[in-house]
């Protein structure tokens, strides 16, 4: 831990990795937990140990095998327009047709096409890497 092996690694696997300024460790609810007091050598201990968890779960995560589908559930849409049978949950799978019902999420829409539409997900995972993602657009009659 003190040589920052995990860390190293990281680093020597993913060079652009260099370039992040810190590292933060979320809790199980997601929050940052309170900053310990104490001397500044326990502090710098506490610091090596949150790296080496950080990238060393990196490490593994990434030497894993892929999974495909980073998406645990779908949380919610800014719009919807015929709930529930054009609603989010429907872009959950990857192919345009499930037991006879067409797979896409519909939009009421904006008059002002400035206004941005928004899909909330929760991964799978504390760690996704996302490389591609697939948008197939389509406009109904109006």
């Known amino acids: 831990v003190e040589n920052g092996l995990s860390k190293q690694l990281c680093l020597r696997m993913f060079p652009q990795l260099s370039r992040v300024a810190c590292v933060v460790e979320l809790n199980q609810n997601g929050v940052k937990g309170h900053a310990e007091v104490g001397s500044s050598r326990s502090m710098e201990s506490l610091a090596l140990w949150k790296d080496h968890r950080v990238f060393s779960y990196f490490a593994r995560s990434c030497l894993s095998p892929v999974a495909m589908d980073c998406i645990a559930k779908a949380i919610g849409a800014s719009s919807t327009d015929n709930f529930p049978q054009e609603s989010i949950d ?10 006879g019902r067409f797979s896409y999420w519909s939009s009421s829409g904006q008059s002002n096409p ?29």
């Open 90 to 99: 429907h872009t959950l799978e990857e192919r345009d047709n499930i037991a």
């Open 114 to 142: 400035n206004v941005p539409e928004t899909l909330t997900y929760q991964l799978a995972s504390q760690i996704c890497i996302i490389t591609e993602i697939n948008i197939q657009p389509f406009q109904g009659d109006i």
